[in-house]
């Protein structure tokens, strides 16, 4: 069974990381969920969702919403969780969205916090990373960070969904994105018609 590390920040775009987990869960994935303070208050804002800052009470709000068993919560100060370890790493992780805010922390290799750990440990230890920025523009600093990540091994997936699919509502465009985040990860899904390829079964 894959163990999938993702992060919310407080980057816009908390429904991709929703999405993400719930689908990565659907595939059979055990997932292990990190939320920075940012994620948590972008996330109530968008979308509802307050969830505790407590990890006991969190965990459980969490796997209510998701009506799945395989999910954990982290805390973003426990550096004795597994993920702070090169020795007991997730397969892979995903930072979805990544704010600009947490890209440099990462590229810099500050280590201040779990999420930030955990993915120099991905780095260090040659595992999948994947940052999904929500920004724009993006500023010089944003471009030679993210250059500095992808150099060091990370795959920048930037939250742009497609057209070519014909979206015709929100759901379709966020299915878009994690759809490529799950391509990465060599996840099988059927979030969004491919170029070229037949309609999905429910269109």
Known sequence: MKHVLVAITGASGSIYGLRLTEELLRAGCRVSLLLSSAGRQVLNYEC????????AAREQQVREYFAAELIDCLDNDDFFSAVASGSSPADAMIVCPCSMG????????????????AADVMLKERRPLLLVPRETPLSI??????????RAGAVIVPAMPAFYHGPESLDDLVNFVVGKVMDQLGVEHCLFRRWGGERLPDE
């Open 48 to 55: 509802g969702l307050a969830w505790s800052a407590e990890r």
């Open 102 to 117: 947490t890209a440099g922390r990462i590229a810099a290799g500050l280590s201040n916090s779990l999420l930030e750990r």
């Open 141 to 150: 600093i944003h471009l030679e960070n993210l250059l500095r990540l992808g």
